[in-house]
């Protein structure tokens, strides 16, 4: 069964860059695309974008695009989110989350990592 | 993009009650659309896809049904661990947008 296993709370200042981890178990990471999942504090789901581990496409939603970069590196089988300059209202929980597989990138996600909680304050 | 409306937004009920949560798009999405549960402090969990098709190892008294652009989660005989917050999500196209949530709690 996959799992994803996502890396630990963050606690930054505005201005500084993060990145964030998301490792799979099993060997068939490279053939799923791996989405990343905003919630703000006390508020709903927020799809970001998503990869394919496999050859790094990468798709983003227009109101991330431009505001945080994803990658992967399938022989870790580790998919990241990253920020080069942090603000305050990044503050959130994170989710990476595995699309249902066989199927479109924007199809429903049935794996989810915990999350990893990043809090960006002066 | 396609827009999302669920409602309500919260609703109280009693262990055994019968549930209806609707869920409505701005455009038509054919079956594109799936369920999710989460629970306080935890990641959500994919309960129906395609509309009305249960994921693997979610109790029969959640069931989902619709097409086109309105849609409806029911969780018959409501359990105590059914007390969590509801998202619906399109997966006709891209970005794959969310409901804003309906949180059911305890009455």
């Known amino acids: 069964e996959v799992q994803l296993v996502q890396s630990g709370a963050e606690l930054k200042k505005p201005g500084e860059s993060l990145r964030i981890s998301c490792t799979g178990s099993?060997?068939?990471?490279?053939?799923?695309?791996i989405a990343w999942v905003r919630q703000m504090p006390g508020k709903g789901l927020e799809w970001m974008g998503v990869i394919y581990p496999g050859d790094s496409d990468t798709k983003y939603s227009p109101a991330f695009q431009g505001h945080v970069t994803i990658s992967a590196d399938k022989s870790t089988s580790t998919a990241y989110l990253q920020w080069s300059s942090l603000k305050a209202s990044d503050t959130a929980m994170y989710y990476c989350?595995?699309?249902?597989?066989?199927?479109?990138?924007?199809?429903?996600?049935?794996?989810w990592g915990q999350g990893t909680t990043v809090t960006v304050s002066s | 993009d396609i827009q999302m409306t669920q409602s309500p937004s919260s609703l109280s009920a009693s262990v055994g009650d019968r549930v209806t949560i609707t869920c409505r798009t701005s455009?038509?999405?054919?079956?594109?659309l799936n369920w999710y549960q989460q629970t306080p402090g935890k990641a959500p969990k994919l309960l129906i896809y395609?509309?009305?098709t249960l994921q693997t190892g979610v109790p029969s008294r959640f069931s989902g049904s619709g097409s086109g652009t309105d849609f409806t989660l029911t969780i018959s005989n409501l359990q105590p661990e059914d007390f969590a917050t509801y998202y619906c999500?399109?997966?006709?196209?891209?970005?794959?947008?969310f409901g804003q949530g309906t949180k059911v709690e305890i009455k």
């Open positions: 999500q399109q997966s006709y196209s891209t970005p794959p947008a």
């Open positions: 989350a595995r699309v249902r597989p066989g199927f479109h990138y924007y199809y429903g996600m049935d794996v």
């Open positions: 455009q038509s999405i054919s079956s594109y």
């Open positions: 099993g060997n068939s990471f490279s053939k799923y695309w």
């Open positions: 395609e509309a009305s």
